[in-house]
Nanobody, 119 residues
Framework: QVQLVESGGGLVQPGGSLRLSCAAS????????MGWYRQAPGKQRELVAR???????IYADSVKGRFTISRDNAKNTVYLQMNTLKPEDTAVYYC?????????????WGQGTQVTVSS
C-alpha cells in the first residue's frame, strides 16, 4: 500500500522559510517522479515542483529561484525547501506520485500540509 505523509507546514511571516517533507512508504521514491502541488482556497490545485527519477526538476514560474525540490533516497523522502515566502504562497501543499498499474495509471496523494504566510 502506497502512502505519502507530508509534514513541515505552519505559519510563517513573509520573507521566511519552511521545509516540507514527504515520507513515502510502499513505493521507492527514487524510481518515480515525485511532485509537490498546492491548492489555495477557491483555486485549482497547481503543480509547484517535480523531480524525476533521474533528478531533473521543474518548477512553477511563481516559485522559481525561491523553492527547491530534493530527494533523500536513503530516507525515501522528498523535500520542498521554500525560501522568501510570500502571502500568495499560502495554500495546502500536497505530495504526489504516480505509477503504471495494470493497463492504467495510479495516482497517489498525501493528506496535505497547510502553509500560511502572514504577518
Amino acid at each position: 500500500q502506497v502512502q505519502l505523509v507530508e509534514s513541515g507546514g505552519g505559519l510563517v511571516q513573509p520573507g521566511g522559510s519552511l521545509r516540507l517533507s514527504c515520507a513515502a512508504s510502499g513505493i521507492a521514491a527514487s524510481i518515480y517522479t515525485m511532485g509537490w502541488y498546492r491548492q489555495a482556497p477557491g483555486k485549482q490545485r497547481e503543480l509547484v515542483a517535480r523531480i524525476s527519477s533521474g533528478g531533473s526538476t521543474i518548477y512553477a514560474d511563481s516559485v522559481k529561484g525561491r523553492f527547491t525540490i530534493s530527494r533523500d533516497n536513503a530516507k525515501n523522502t522528498v523535500y520542498l525547501q521554500m525560501n522568501t515566502l510570500k502571502p500568495e504562497d499560502t495554500a495546502v501543499y500536497y505530495c504526489h506520485t504516480h505509477r503504471a498499474v495494470g493497463g492504467g495509471e495510479a495516482n497517489y496523494w498525501g493528506q496535505g500540509t497547510q502553509v500560511t504566510v502572514s504577518s
